[in-house]
């Protein structure tokens, strides 16, 4: 079965850095979105993308956050200057069609921010 | 709003029982309810949805329960297994305009064998 791929699976950066999540969505899925857990809490939206632009983002997703699409396989989320509050559980996900059915989670990066 | 903690709301049973797992949710213009079940280290996984025009949907093991009236989602899940044990959430969609899932806070089933 396809799976969306996410890496690193545990990324630990200091308070200030930069970190880049990776996510290789399934191929022939077209929407891409970002969650994120903080722990023992609910899985919060950040943004979705498709068509090379962002189409839809969250209050959290800030100007600290940005996304990017490099290729034609990767889906990145990259955190310009990381804050102790940014420690959380990090999900990629896609799907085929717009709207809420037919998302394909990867397992997540958990950022730990020192 | 709706309040958070460090702790998930938790439901203990024993293998063969059955479970129900409830939601409440807060926006009555909802289009759509979805149950995701996250297995540990793994992200969510959609189980089973409803429309908003619906009472009752079911699935294979499992039957999701809407009551618009006090705005409450339930999920059912019959004859319980070791691998049902999951942390369960329900999202809403469609308030606001937007397709995107917003999650609950999550409830963890425990199954004992």
């Known amino acids: 079965e396809p799976e969306v791929t996410q890496t690193p699976s545990h990324q630990v950066t200091q308070m200030g850095q930069e970190v880049i999540l990776r996510c290789v969505p399934i191929s022939n899925h077209l929407y891409f979105y970002w969650y994120r857990q903080i722990l023992g809490q609910k899985v919060e939206f950040l943004v979705s993308f498709y068509n090379n632009e962002i189409s839809e983002k969250s209050e959290i997703f800030d100007d600290q956050f940005s996304v990017e699409r490099p290729d034609g396989s990767n889906f990145t989320l990259k955190i310009r200057s990381t804050k102790l509050e940014d420690s959380a559980m990090y999900f990629c996900?896609?799907?085929?069609?717009?709207?809420?059915?037919?998302?394909?989670f990867g397992s997540g990066t958990r950022l730990t921010v020192v | 709003g709706e309040s958070v903690g460090l702790h998930l709301p938790t439901l203990s049973v024993q293998e063969g029982d059955n479970s129900i797992i409830n939601c409440a949710y807060s926006n009555s213009a909802s289009d759509y309810f979805i149950w995701y079940k996250q297995e540990s280290g793994k992200g969510p996984q959609f189980i089973i949805d409803i429309r908003s025009n619906m009472d009752k949907r079911q699935g294979q093991r499992v039957t999701v329960l809407l009551n618009k009236t006090v705005k409450h989602l339930s999920l059912q899940i019959a004859a319980t297994q070791p691998g049902d044990s999951a942390v369960y959430f329900c999202?809403?969609?469609?308030?606001?305009?937007?397709?995107?899932?917003?999650f609950g806070r999550g409830t963890s089933l425990i199954v004992h064998p």
């Open positions: 999202a809403e969609v469609g308030s606001g305009g937007s397709y995107i899932p917003t």
């Open positions: 996900a896609s799907s085929v069609e717009a709207g809420p059915f037919g998302y394909t």
